[in-house]
Structure formats: C-alpha cells, structure tokens
C-alpha cells in the first residue's frame, strides 16, 4: 500500500472520495468542498487541508480527511491543556495533524475504506500518518468522533483512546409529540408543554425549509441570527456566508428552519440528515423570547424527525439542559497519538483518570433520564 498526501479535497474527483464515504453528509465530498471553497478552511484559518489517499494496486482503497491545525478551535475535543503543558516544557505542540470534519462534532468514519481494504489498513495509515508528522514538524495526530470500527482499529494501532460524551434523542417507536411527551414524568412532561404553549400563545410560528428551495434571503436571515448569536457569546464565527449558499446548492439533507413572531423573522437553525438521522448544527437569534431556543433547537427537530420517521436527532456537542428534554448520554471516541514518548505517557495517565470520571458522570447522568420508570404510573 502506498500513503500519498494529496492536498485539499477539491483536488480529489468526487466521485474517486464518495466511492469510499458513507452516506452521513459531513464525510462526502461535497460538504468538504463547500468548507474550502467557502473560504471556512484552507490558508489563514488554521485548518489546511492535507488529505491522504491510500492506493492498492494502483487502486484508491481509502483516504483521510487531514487538516494541519495551528490552534485547537473547532474540534469540540479539548487539548488546550495539553498545548500549555508543551509550552510550558519550552517545546511546539503547533503545528498537529487532526483527523476530523472540521466544526462538527458528529460520529462516524474517520478512515474511509473500501470495502476489500486490507485489514491491516489502520496500522498503515497510522505509520504513514506518524511518519508524515515527524517529516513536517506536527507534534501529534488526533482522530475526532471516531465510530466504534476506526476506535478499535486506531487502538490497535497503539493510538490513546479519549472518551466523552454527548446528548442524543433516540425514537423508540413514537408515534407523535405527545405520545413522545407521554413517555415523561409528570413533572418534566408538564414544563415542557408549558414551554410550547407559551410560545404559540405568544405568536411564534415556525417553517422548515429544504436545500435548494431555500432562497438567499433566507439564507441571508439566517446568517444574520448566526452571526447575532456568535457576536453575544463572544464566540468565532467559522463559517461564512458564502458556506450557506453552497451548501444549500450542494449538500442533500440541508434542512433550514425559520421562525417568526407575528410574521417578523426572528430565529433559525440548521440541521443536516441522512437516511435515520437528523444533525443539529447552528442556530442563531435577534430575540430574547423564553423558550425560543429550546423550541428552535430541540422540539421542532424532534417533530420533524417524528414525522420524516428518523430514528435519532444528534443536537451537537455539550449541553446537560438536553437531558430533561428527552436527550440521553451517547459516548463519544477520540484517538491521539503525541510523538514525545513522555508527553504520550502523560496524557495516558491523564485519560486513564479522565475514563473513570466520564464513567461515574454518566452513571449519574442516567439516573437523571426524564421518562418514566417501567412501574411509575401517569
């Protein structure tokens, strides 16, 4: 097998990438072009794309997004301790090599094989990966939001595991919202209507709008909450406004939903499926109206999924409030790889302990589940 670096994926025929891609949107070509041709990656953001393909034969059997990162923003698995510890030690922890969909902390294959690849393929990527690494002068490999078959393939390969977690909402057979609120506690069943009814009640009505029907005013309002809701919280704006317009062109599964207060624009969020699953990805507002995000971002998703018969809704990374509302602790898998034998070590020793508390949170976090008990009446 021969590991080549490529450069960015728009170097790379579509249909030469997609051949070894699932269908989740985030890993197809098309949403990683859109990111570099929007301006969101390559040269001056800190993400530049170095794609690997892997050839047998002559044949692509797999490839790797790779992106060589001079900061740690927008991979949602933090390292920022570990950057201060390699400064501290008068050494570079950046430039690093990061195996991911950039700004999407979503699940799914980071090593995209065919479907005869060797076995031994993810202890050959990783050698080639190192020996990249140590040639270019990255100090370590991250592999994001790994699935269950690249985590274990990535340890065998001697890579260290981080684990995390994330909140999802699962469709165990519901029918409808209420037969989904029926499955509550009194208590969190009540305050969840009671968060709906006073929206309704307060005149917010709301609107999904798909891919290439939606309209560059719309995509203009949209970006208008995004960038709102970015500039209050202080947080970096990593898409710009030029990404949304190609994505709605480009990406099957774009969904946008739009919100109105008596017929003024005033939220929108975005969301990505596939065939079972729906992604929560941003979510912008010019309004302070109670409960505004919670149904923006988290009831009319699940009706959506409700009524489309998806089976999951990922609302993206963090967020305890999502327990209450119907979402459960999910875990998540990163693999790292640092070439200092005794910072390896130490961020061994690190995960070790971080393990047992994610371990001992997430037994916590299910004794909290906001659905009833099989024995617990209505």
Not at 313 to 340: C, I, M, N, V, Y
Request: glycine share 8%; proline share 5%; net charge neutral.
């Amino acid at each position: 097998m021969h590991c080549s670096i490529e450069g960015p994926v728009t170097a790379i025929p579509a249909e030469t990438w997609d051949r070894l891609a699932g269908p989740q949107p985030f890993m197809r070509h098309a949403f990683l072009a859109t990111l570099e041709e929007a301006g969101c990656v390559g040269p001056g953001t800190g993400w530049l794309p170095e794609m690997m393909l892997v050839r047998e034969d002559d044949q692509v059997v797999a490839a790797v997004a790779l992106y060589r990162k001079s900061h740690s923003y927008g991979e949602y698995v933090f390292d920022w301790a570990w950057a201060r510890a390699y400064q501290q030690a008068g050494l570079r922890y950046y430039p690093k090599l990061v195996a991911a969909v950039p700004f999407t902390p979503v699940t799914g294959s980071r090593l995209l094989r065919a479907l005869d690849a060797p076995r031994d393929l993810a202890i050959t990527v990783q050698r080639a990966l190192e020996a990249h690494a140590r040639a270019s002068g990255a100090s370590s490999i991250h592999w994001l939001f790994t699935d269950a078959d690249d985590t274990r393939a990535l340890q065998d390969a001697g890579l260290l595991r981080r684990t995390g977690y994330q909140f999802h909402w699962h469709n165990e057979g519901w029918r409808d919202f209420g037969e989904f609120l029926g499955a509550f506690t009194h208590a969190k069943r009540k305050n969840i209507r009671r968060e709906r009814q006073s929206l309704a009640n307060a005149g917010v009505r709301f609107a999904f709008h798909e891919g290439c029907r939606v309209t560059e005013t719309q995509w203009d309002l949209f970006y208008g909450f995004y960038r709102a809701t970015i500039e209050k919280y202080g947080a970096i704006p990593y898409l710009t406004r030029r990404f949304f317009s190609l994505l709605g062109e480009r990406v099957a599964g774009t969904v946008l939903l739009l919100a109105e207060h008596e017929g003024t624009p005033v939220a929108g969020a975005l969301y990505l499926r596939d065939k079972d699953t729906l992604y929560g990805r941003y979510w912008g507002t010019t309004s302070s109206l109670p409960g505004l995000h919670f149904e923006t971002c988290y009831y009319q998703a699940i009706d959506y999924c409700l009524q489309h018969g998806l089976q999951r809704f990922e609302a993206g990374a963090q967020g305890e409030h999502k327990l209450s509302r119907g979402f459960l602790p999910a875990t998540t898998s990163s693999l790292h790889w640092l070439d200092h034998p005794r910072f390896n070590q130490a961020v061994a020793d690190f995960l070790a302990r971080e393990h047992t508390g994610v371990a001992h949170e997430l037994t916590e976090l299910n004794e909290h589940s906001p659905f009833k008990r099989p024995a617990e009446p209505t």
